[in-house]
């Protein structure tokens, strides 16, 4: 087969397939004003039409510009899911019989380029551009024009970077009528395929003339980018609304802001060394060369804004996430400073790790392991966000919607992608590990995972705002619910096999992995199809959904998490249909810790930090003390009944240098359960905000009680382990609810104290 017509003939039918259920929705569509749409009427309508084509290219107005720029970030996203498929499609089977290596080579590179640079950011750009201003009070962005040609920039840079696809099919088709030798440079043109890293010196010697073209595409799109940052820094800080002070800046606009200063300082550095690139091809500068500066150099520029650009593409997801879940938990934010920091910390940090991609190529070993410490740091500010996630959710009203399905299955993938990544950032994994398809499961839980995760959270979130209608709601949490499966399943596989040692970017590979290999492919197939149905309801939806009819379609203003932009939305909804705002029955704060002093553990209390600090500890202690009794009895059945193993207790001696006797062991026992633990408790009680403490006993205790199972482990099995397993727990669950259930008592009593019982 040939490739490139493949590719072609499958964009032809995908965006055929896009035009048809557009018409055939648009045929049935029911005008707002109860008439419908004949499709003669719509033929007549040609000249409208041709004004609407005006309009979009010249508009200006950045919800226009928005929607451009998300039509555009999908379209690239088709084409380099496209190439996707086509590469899993090649590694069904261990021989390259599908397509050749050098197409399997070309794919790689056209996909990782295709989805990074004209795929997520453009679609972040959109969201940025529809909803900041909304989300910031402002009128529109600080440069509309400017907004508008740094969209314009992207159109022709895609095309260059891919131009290969459309010189070689039209070389192929020409041939046919010319003979080669007048068309030889057509002929000559293929899809490049040295690897999105663009490396040196192979960058500089492979004779493809594509390559120069795909360097003069990136080089706009970097254009396209630092103008679209210039633009968003400029409207945050000049352009805020009146009341939009730095303290009630908005999470989402918080990152974007972030995301633009990053790209600032990271995107000139790209487009300087594409220039030293090109110069190097075309005009015999040697700055890559192994009589210059050297292949390394290369690697060092294109790093220095590469890694910065992995947190440029994930930024806004995360804003995204800490925007939406709290929607659907009916929580704020849980340490909004907390995210907001973390987020500034990342934006340094992030031009600090760059040679972690260079681990194996022989930097200087004292550098190589200031990096290494560095990117191990980079981990806990997005871990702090991973936590206030949870902590959010925690305790909170779950709406099991579309959006809340892929915020909960984003951080979950968050999760998995980040912490392969804190492994690969030390040394040694990383040299065995470097080139393998853990790499790729890594990173693809992220760029897979959680980045269009929020975008299509972020697309079903706003769709009421954006064409006030509903999408499917149905077909959009199978939709949400396949891409969540489809993604893990392919990626946690890649995960496995690199771990086994398989080598990245070849198509040909040892047999025993075709099993792993097709179930990567058959999770990639899933995730395409969901991406189909996700397309399919946003275009069907926009003329044939249900019309929203309240000023609040989802239910915001109860926990008073009715922001901006849906203010916006309910005057326009005012204005243009006379609808009468909705006004929710019962109202209630979207509590968040700070508000929940009666519950908190510092209930009522009155006095310095120290007393606090002092009356919880002895509320702890009293409580660990019950606590550690009850759990002497699950512990002492368990003896008697021969699964626990009394004798285990009494090595608690060795540990801290006394006498290993039981009676020394069940004193430290006694001691240990009224201090350490009761003490971790209150850290813990106090993180999770939840309301109440009993529950929270018991997960701490069935948390702990893991440790315990280990730690007095003494080799029973079958029955026996049973038996010790749930005794453990039931032990442990006796602790944790004595624990909880005193504290409670105690804290009850001492708010009567103060208030009077009141
Ligand atoms: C269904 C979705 C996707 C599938 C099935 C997929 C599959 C693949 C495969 C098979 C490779 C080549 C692995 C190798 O042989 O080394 C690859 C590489 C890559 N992918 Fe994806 N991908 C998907 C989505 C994405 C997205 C959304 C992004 C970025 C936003 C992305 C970025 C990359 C990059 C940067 C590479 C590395 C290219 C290189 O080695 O030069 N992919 N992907
Ligand atoms: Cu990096």
Known sequence: MNPVVVELVALCVLFAGVAAVWWRARGRGVLSDGGTVQRDAVISEFSRLQNEAVRWLTTTDHKDVGLLYIAFGTVAGLWGGVDAMMMRTELLTPAADIWTPETYNALFTTHGLTMLIFFVAPVFFGIGNYFLPLLLGADDMAFPRVNAIGFWLLPPALLFARAGLFIQVGGQVLNTFVEADAIRFLLTVREVGVGWTLYAPLSIQSPNPQLDLLLLGLHLSGIATTVGAINFIATVFYERGEGVTWAELDIFSWNMLVTSGIALFAFPLLGSAIIMLL????????????????????????????????????????????????????????????????????????????????????????????????SIAIAVPSAIKVFNWLTTMWDGDIRMTAPLILCAGGIGTFIIGGVTGVFLAVIPIDILYHGTYYVVGHFHLIVVGIIPFMMIAASYYWYPLITGRWYDRRLARFQAILLVFGGTVAFMTLLVIGGLGLPRRQAIYPAEYQLAQQIATVGSYVVGIS???????????????????????????????????????????????????????????????????????????????????????????????????????????????????????????????????????????????TVTWPLLFLAFSDYLPGRLLFETGLVFATIISSGFLIAFYSGQSGLALVGYVGFVLVAHWAYGIGLAVTFQFLQAKRRERFWGGG
């Open 279 to 374: 110069l190097d091809r075309n005009f015999g500068t040697t700055f890559f060369t192994a009589d210059g500066g050297g292949a390394i150099l290369w690697q060092h520029l294109f790093w220095f804004w590469g890694h910065p650009e992995v947190y440029i593409l994930f930024l806004p997801a995360t804003g995204l996430m800490s925007l939406i879940l709290p929607k659907f938990v009916g929580r704020k934010l849980f340490g909004f400073r907390a995210v907001v920091y973390s987020t500034l910390g990342l934006s340094v940090l992030s031009f600090g790790v760059w040679a972690h991609h260079m681990f194996t190529t022989g930097v200087d070993p004292r550098i190589r392991a200031s990096f290494m410490a560095v």
């Open 531 to 673: 991406a189909l149905l996700w397309l399919y309801n946003m275009l069907a939806s926009y003329w044939t959904g249900d019309q929203v009819e309240t000023t609040d379609p989802w239910d915001l203003k109860r926990t008073n998490q009715f922001t901006n932009e849906w203010q916006w939305f309910e005057s326009r909804m005012v204005d243009k249909y006379d609808v009468t705002p909705h006004e929710p029955e019962t109202t209630r704060p979207s509590y968040a810790p700070e508000a929940e002093a009666t519950s908190s553990l510092t209930a009522g209390a009155v006095g310095s930090t120290w007393q606090v600090v002092a009356s919880n500890a002895s509320f702890a202690a009293i409580g660990g003390f019950v606590g550690t009794l009850l759990m002497a009895g699950g512990l002492g059945t368990a003896a008697l009944v021969g699964v626990f193993d009394l004798a285990a207790l009494a090595e608690l001696g060795e540990l801290v240098g006394l006498p290993q006797t039981p009676a020394v062991g069940a004193a430290l026992f006694l001691a240990g359960g």
